[in-house]
């Protein structure tokens, strides 16, 4: 299971951290992200840290402001998010699955969802 927390309302440019906290054995062998789905839009991938190297991908629209770590020892993920916009709010979702191209190409796919997590950015 995992469950999203860390979403809240803040001012343009300010700052969040999310955390996707996940429970059982095997969660350092899985890739984590986040996805996000504001009102009337369909749900978009945000990023992805893989299990092996803790490789990182990012969606063009986040990069160079938010940061996706994991804590494999607190079988948690983060989403550092840095300067954000009025264009990030949304609803935030965590997944979790192996790596594979689902992440971007058929994210509906993936085995584990957590219960998202709102971020409203006021301008």
């Known amino acids: 299971q995992l469950q999203a927390s860390g979403g809240g309302l803040v001012q343009a440019g300010g700052s969040l951290r999310l955390s996707c906290a996940a429970s059982?054995?095997?969660?350092?062998?899985?890739?984590v992200g986040w996805f996000r789905q504001a009102p009337g839009k369909e749900r978009e991938f945000v990023a992805v840290?893989?299990?092996?190297?803790?490789?990182?991908y990012y969606a063009d629209s986040v990069k160079g402001r938010f940061t996706i770590s994991r804590d494999n020892a607190k079988n948690t993920v983060y989403l550092q998010m840095n300067n954000l916009e009025p264009e990030d709010t949304a609803v935030y979702y965590c997944?979790?699955?192996?790596?594979?191209?689902?992440?971007?190409?058929?994210?509906?796919?993936?085995?584990?969802w957590g219960q998202g997590t709102q971020v409203t950015v006021s301008s």
């Open positions: 997944a979790a699955d192996s790596w594979s191209n689902h992440w971007f190409k058929r994210p509906g796919l993936l085995d584990y």
């Open positions: 059982g054995r095997f969660f350092s062998s899985y890739a």
């Open positions: 840290v893989r299990s092996t190297g803790g490789t990182t």
